[in-house]
């Protein structure tokens, strides 16, 4: 079952906690690359994410963003601390003697100094395991979509081999009329010469000649690769690179068969296989 590495998940959860909501995005590329994106009260959380991302993962560039409103009930009261600001307050008068003139900061320029307002430290442990339960809800729906999608990127690759298929089993039918072709050209551009060679020889030229435009080791090899697509496939492993691995190896068939080839046909069959392969090359690169 091959996956696609493109797909998004969004899974939302209220409770006595408040409200958490986890947004995973994921696009093509080579390795497993998470960004998270965490609330600062929740922060903590992040080597454990990351631990179940790589658990369920093996490729793909991922954001991840978790958000959380908290209850109301959870959230603190913000308080002063009466004794820093009084502290404050001693020092500037201090300066202020120092300096021969009055320093009166106003209320909310006090407010501003780290420390002032400091909020009771709240229990997150609930909020924590929700979370990261969560992240297991967004992580089915991901990875849901992504076999959708690898389900349709795999009927299509199989589209695209079927015709791959045609187009080589096409060149077959057409080859012998192509060497055929070639020969009597060659006899006919010969035949004022043949009182000056030997016909042994003359022949020895064809067959030669002929040897290099045969394309039937391209074609058994092209039938041999979309023979390891199409089994590929079926694999239940990510099989991404394997694949674009035997893109390579087409497309270097159907370059070779279009620098042998003598005939229109042939060449118009060359250059269609290798929009096919081409084709399926970019969707690869969706592939896990």
Not at 117 to 126: A, C, I, M
Not at 192 to 204: F, K, N, S, T
Not at 236 to 250: A, I, N, S, Y
């Amino acid at each position: 079952m091959i996956k696609s590495m493109t797909a998004f998940a969004r899974e939302s959860r209220s409770g006595d906690f408040g409200e958490l909501t986890w947004e995973l995005r994921a696009v093509n590329h080579r390795y497993l690359e998470p960004h998270l994106r965490l609330p600062e009260e929740l922060r903590s959380l992040e080597a454990r994410v990351r631990a179940r991302l790589a658990a369920r993962l093996q490729r793909g560039k991922l954001d991840c963003t978790l958000r959380y409103t908290a209850a109301v009930g959870m959230v603190g009261n913000l308080r002063v601390n009466r004794l820093f600001v009084e502290q404050l307050l001693a020092a500037g008068q201090e300066v202020g003697a120092i300096i021969g003139r009055g320093i009166e900061p106003s209320p909310f320029e006090l407010l501003r100094w780290p420390g002032v307002l400091h909020e009771p430290e709240r229990d997150l442990d609930q909020v924590a395991a929700a979370a990261l339960d969560l992240l297991e809800g967004a992580l089915d729906s991901l990875l849901a979509t992504r076999v959708r999608e690898g389900e349709r990127l795999e009927a299509l690759l199989i589209e695209r081999c079927d015709r791959l298929e045609e187009s080589v089993g096409r060149v077959r039918a057409r080859m012998p009329q192509v060497m055929d072709g070639v020969r009597q050209r060659l006899s006919d551009r010969l035949a004022e010469l043949r009182a000056q060679l030997d016909e042994g020889r003359l022949e020895q030229e064809i067959a030669l000649i002929a040897a290099r435009l045969d394309v039937d080791e391209e074609m058994d090899r092209l039938e041999a690769h979309i023979a390891e697509v199409r089994d590929v496939l079926k694999r239940p492993e990510p099989v991404g690179r394997r694949l674009d691995f035997l893109m390579q190896e087409l497309n270097r068939e159907a370059n070779t068969l279009t620098s042998k080839s003598a005939d229109v046909e042939v060449t118009r069959e060359a250059v269609e296989m290798k929009v096919l392969i081409e084709q399926m090359r970019e969707q690869i690169q969706n592939l896990e």
